[in-house]
């Protein structure tokens, strides 16, 4: 158990529909990654938030949407789904390392999405 | 965007064998990372790498930091079954103190054969 919870674990819905996926990082860690993999792309880094704020996009679509809460745990919201969204989607929380001050991420389990 | 080269993107070997990957880029990274991912499951990390030219070992795994900062390898030795997986290079892309986030390889499936 890496310490990292995402829910759910496997969601099937329908072009069209919205989702939310969950995450909750491990205790004391104040950074929340949303990573997107799919078979031909890889893992794709999609957003991170710090603490409650937006600290950077990667390559997130206009229909996904995020946001930290003060409990620091995370949600991702994906719109107006298509059959390309189907993937898995990683959260991922970090503690700074103190060898370098360099992120260390942890991943959870993952969500996997899949849109028909 | 940055990207990450990894290769090979698959290798089949037979238990006892050593294995090697590697990745290269085109941009510098301060710091790379190795993850393996098994079937249903996130990435875990096995190896960080800090300085260049830094060289770790984490049990049977060596991984090591290149010295232009635009590569680095992983060797696994006398690999067993439990090896099989997805292995992913990362290299933390800084934006602000130490504030980061990490670009992957495509990864490299090992399949072990006993």
């Known amino acids: 158990d890496s310490g990292v919870t995402q829910t759910p674990k496997h969601l099937i819905t329908a072009t069209g529909q919205r989702v939310t996926l969950r995450c909750s990082p491990r205790s004391g860690d104040l950074s929340v990654y949303w990573y997107q993999q799919s078979l031909d792309q890889g893992l794709q880094f999609l957003i991170h938030?710090?603490?409650?704020?937006?600290?950077a996009k990667g390559n997130i679509l206009e229909r996904f949407s995020a946001q930290q809460f003060p409990d620091l745990h995370s949600e991702l919201n994906l719109s107006s789904l298509e059959l390309g969204d189907s993937a898995l989607y990683f959260c991922?929380?970090?503690?700074?390392?103190?060898?370098?001050?360099?992120?260390?991420?942890?991943f959870g389990a993952g969500s996997r999405l899949t849109v028909l | 965007g940055q990207q990450l080269n990894q290769s090979p993107q698959s290798m089949f070997i037979q238990e006892g064998e050593d294995v090697s990957m590697n990745c290269t880029s085109s941009?510098?990274?301060?710091?790379w990372l190795w993850y393996k991912q098994e079937p249903g499951e996130g990435p875990v990390l096995l190896i960080a790498?800090?300085?260049?030219?830094e060289l770790t070992s984490n049990g049977r795994l060596t991984a090591q930091f290149g010295i232009t900062r635009k590569d680095s390898f992983l060797n696994i030795s006398a690999s067993i079954p439990s090896d099989v997986g997805i292995y992913f290079c990362?290299?933390?892309?800084?934006?602000?103190?130490?504030?980061?986030?990490?670009?992957f390889g495509k990864g490299t499936k090992l399949s072990v054969k006993p």
């Open positions: 938030y710090y603490n409650g704020e937006e600290r």
């Open positions: 990362a290299g933390l892309r800084n934006y602000g103190g130490s504030q980061g986030n990490l670009i």
């Open positions: 991922a929380s970090s503690v700074v390392s103190a060898n370098s001050g360099a992120n260390v991420l942890t």
């Open positions: 790498l800090y300085k260049a030219g």
């Open positions: 941009s510098i990274f301060n710091t």
